[in-house]
């Protein structure tokens, strides 16, 4: 509790906020005897400013929901506070509390959002989520391979890093193009080194007493150093040594790393054929496809197949005495009904916005279904669909 009412300065100290009673007062060049600016939302659990300079000022609040509707975190810019001018606003319906994490800059960040309870008992802790936002008004959830809880955040001067169940992933945010990756199971702290271009993983005492150590790895992923603690060992914790360093060779070149994983055995060739373009072709009695692309017209031996299939359908309908089974026309997709205004400018520019969104969303799921693989940031904007059509249904009340 204290934490998140923990009083904040700006990175030039011209700002100073505290949260009393759901509203996050605002003072301004060190006059403490009235505030100038403030935040005002029920349920106003925790907030945060940005570490940007003037007269870029953003601050981040979370606001807990009510029964049956969402907690959101949004972004204002300074010093215009009104719900209808936040810069990123995003909902869940999992969310007891959030922490922020800005970048070096203040343009972007990260919330971790969490619950007080995992109702399906996957986890002791609650059940946590990552989304993030930028000043452009840009946002999503992040998506990972595997469920688990979330030790650490880390930001880098051209990046940044998240652990999930031991996987880490290093990111460039423009773009958010994946840089690296590698895992580090019953990772307990993260942290970047000065200069942006390694960071050590930990596992300390007392959050975990057994397998104590540290790793150094490249930001592309590669182990440059470990050491683990010798029995009756224990690692209480670790940092790097401050200071200002020059770029290395490190930020030109991969490094090798000191564990090679293994490498697929490549399919085997025939001296001859070595070093040649091949000209076999795999089933060439078919039509060339790409994987998980659906063929017009089936090849026999599928159709045979299929054959097979149904006839053993039917001899088990007949034994049981069902009826033959019937199938069910697809229904087409209705049209969408023409936009309606609200008679509010601001509103209906935030409506025709998230139509927008959806129309994407939609042509994503239309082309996942088809089997394409989609980026990172794609999945995410599918996974934040339910929260765009929450956020639509709200503006059209």
Request: glycine share 6%.
């Amino acid at each position: 509790n204290f934490l998140k009412r923990e009083p904040k300065w700006s990175a030039d100290e011209k700002l100073f906020a505290i949260l009393v009673n759901n509203r996050v007062l605002i003072y301004e060049d060190v006059k403490l005897d009235h505030y100038t600016h403030s935040i005002q939302a029920e349920k106003l659990q925790a907030f945060s400013i940005s570490p940007s300079l003037a007269p870029a000022y953003y601050i981040s609040i979370f606001t807990l929901g009510k029964a049956g509707q969402p907690s959101f975190w949004r972004v204002f810019k300074f010093p215009n506070f009104d719900p209808t001018q936040s810069v990123v606003s995003r909902s869940s319906f999992q969310a007891d509390k959030a922490t922020f994490h800005w970048n070096r800059r203040g343009t972007n960040l990260f919330v971790l959002t969490q619950t007080d309870v995992d109702k399906t008992g996957g986890s002791y802790y609650g059940k946590q989520s990552l989304s993030y936002g930028d000043v452009k008004g840009n946002g999503g959830n992040m998506t990972f391979s595997k469920e688990g809880p979330i030790h650490a955040i880390s930001w880098n001067p051209g990046g940044f890093g998240n652990i999930a169940t031991g996987h880490i992933s290093v990111w460039d945010v423009r773009g958010y193009k994946k840089l690296g990756e590698c895992s580090a199971p019953d990772t307990t702290s993260l942290a970047w080194d000065p200069r942006g271009e390694c960071f050590l993983t930990a596992t300390t005492y007392p959050r975990l007493t057994v397998g104590n150590g540290y790793k150094i790895w490249h930001y592309t992923g590669a182990l440059m150093h470990k050491r683990t603690c010798e029995d009756k060992e224990n690692l209480l914790s670790i940092s790097w040594q401050p200071g200002n360093y020059p770029k290395s060779d490190l930020s030109k070149s991969v490094p090798k790393s000191i564990e090679v994983t293994p490498k697929a055995t490549a399919a085997y060739r025939p001296p001859g054929a070595r070093n040649k373009p091949s000209t076999f072709t795999f089933h060439e009695h078919e039509k060339p496809h790409k994987p998980g692309q659906v063929e017009a017209t089936p090849s026999k031996q599928a159709i045979k197949q299929k054959e097979k299939r149904e006839a053993r359908k039917a001899r088990k309908a007949e034994e049981r005495g069902d009826a033959a089974p019937t199938v069910t026309p697809t229904t087409p997709t209705t049209p969408k009904a023409p936009f309606v205004s609200t008679g509010d400018p601001e509103k209906d520019k935030k409506i025709k916005n998230l139509n927008k969104k959806l129309n994407d969303i939609e042509k994503l799921k239309q082309q996942k279904a088809s089997g394409k693989q989609l980026e990172l940031n794609q999945l995410a904007k599918i996974e934040n669909e339910a929260a765009l059509l929450q956020e639509l249904a709200q503006l059209k009340l």
